[in-house]
């Protein structure tokens, strides 16, 4: 599933999921858009911002190598 902002010719902007990238050009292209708030059936992709997550919660410390005590990247451990 894919979720894409689209906006109508009026200047809504929406919301609307699809399986996929081509599921959404078939719609648009057979006019099946519509927006919810005024029926504007001119719709299309709207600008999006990446959605990035972050995480506040920190990698684990590596594990010392059991051989030699050096953490990461041990020639030991391999």
């Known amino acids: 599933m894919i979720v894409f902002s689209l906006r109508c010719a009026k200047g809504h902007v929406f ?5 996929s990238g081509a599921e959404y050009e ?3 292209k057979a006019g099946e858009l519509r927006c ?4 504007e059936g001119d719709v299309a992709k709207a600008i999006m911002a990446p959605r990035v997550s ?3 919660e920190k990698a ?6 059991a051989t030699c005590g050096q953490e990461g990247g041990c020639p030991w451990a391999a």
């Open 54 to 56: 972050s995480s506040t």
């Open 26 to 28: 078939a719609k648009a």
């Open 36 to 39: 919810p708030e005024c029926g």
């Open 60 to 65: 684990a410390p590596a594990t010392p190598c």
């Open 15 to 19: 919301d609307e999921w699809f399986a």
